[in-house]
């Protein structure tokens, strides 16, 4: 296949797993589209959508044409989960766009003042990091990673505004969505295992946490960061939580990643975290198939 040229002023190319709740719908699409029109503002705006359902590729091209952002649509109009569809985006991008130096994840519950990933950009040409996230601004004002609160805006132009008044600069340690990668390092480390990650949801931002740990080595310690001088809103877990089967799908992709990265994994997590306890639950679960070993 003969790679396409770039869209004009392309440094990165978004990734979207997009569902529609059937009983959510109107609140849904009009999460949606606030979502795109705020993307609209950045020159960047070119995204790969897998659409999860329920509605047609041609209602959803539409959906982004009147929202003013330029689209390609993958995907089967189903639920496949977050893996499998992030990864396929991913590989369409790596087919069609090799040049493309940036990836980013975004959600439907976002919103994105204009020139946000610039910043993040900038940082990732000057720097070794395989991947970069932003501040984020949460439905109820918590600052991540930060920790701090400010009042929560009301409507989609109250919440940029507030956005826009945020930026304070410098690097502070901790992850949040979005995230905008290094494309040839989320190459490097494959993406995401769908043949062990085979839940839905759960799991798999920490897959990819410890992926880029073993890719820049474990005597740099590693850790993930947010560049402060970009705010985006991210309402957090506005869909997932009500999905039907999230158990499931948690404990499918928990026994993947322990598949993936085995106890020394688990622990490794909690460093990069920091938080040094927070898989000490997982690790004495999972002890016994290891036959009480250390790996």
């Known amino acids: 296949m003969t790679p396409a040229l770039l869209p004009s002023g392309c440094s990165v190319i978004h990734t979207l ?39 047609t590729h041609t209602d959803l091209a539409r959906i982004a044409k009147d929202c003013g952002v330029e689209a390609h649509i993958l995907g089967s109009e189903r639920n496949v ?44 040409d000057t720097s070794q ?21 400010v009042p929560p805006a009301t409507d989609a132009e109250q919440w940029l505004n507030l956005l826009a008044s945020l930026p304070l600069g410098g690097l502070a340690y901790g992850f949040v969505h979005p995230v905008i990668h290094r494309s040839e390092a989320l190459q490097a480390i494959g993406g995401y295992d769908t043949g062990l990650l085979r839940g839905r949801q759960g799991y798999e931002d920490d897959s990819l946490l410890l992926g880029y740990a073993y890719y820049m080595g ?23 939580m009500s999905l039907q089967g999230k158990l499931q799908d948690f404990a499918l992709n928990e026994l993947g990643l322990f598949h993936l990265y085995g106890i020394n994994g688990l622990r490794a997590l909690a460093r990069l975290h920091n938080k040094p306890n927070l898989f000490d639950e997982l690790v004495l679960k999972y002890m016994p198939l290891t036959g009480g070993r250390e790996e």
């Open 129 to 149: 990091e395989p991947m970069i996230c932003p501040g984020i601004v949460t439905s109820a004002g918590e600052l991540q990673p930060l920790g701090l609160r």
């Open 81 to 124: 989960g977050i893996a499998r569809a992030r990864q396929a985006c991913f590989e369409y991008v790596w087919q069609t766009y090799p040049d493309v130096a940036y990836i980013s994840e975004i959600h439907v519950d976002m919103l994105f003042p204009a020139a946000w990933y610039e910043p993040l950009i900038r940082f990732l």
């Open 17 to 55: 797993p997009l569902f529609i709740r059937e009983d959510s719908l109107q609140h849904d699409l009009e999460m949606v589209i606030a979502c795109l029109h705020s993307l609209s503002a950045s020159a960047g705006r070119h995204v790969v959508i897998y659409n999860q359902g329920c509605l």
């Open 218 to 240: 474990t005597r740099n310690e590693w850790k993930p960061r947010c560049c402060l001088q970009s705010w985006v809103y991210h309402a957090t877990m506005a869909q997932r």
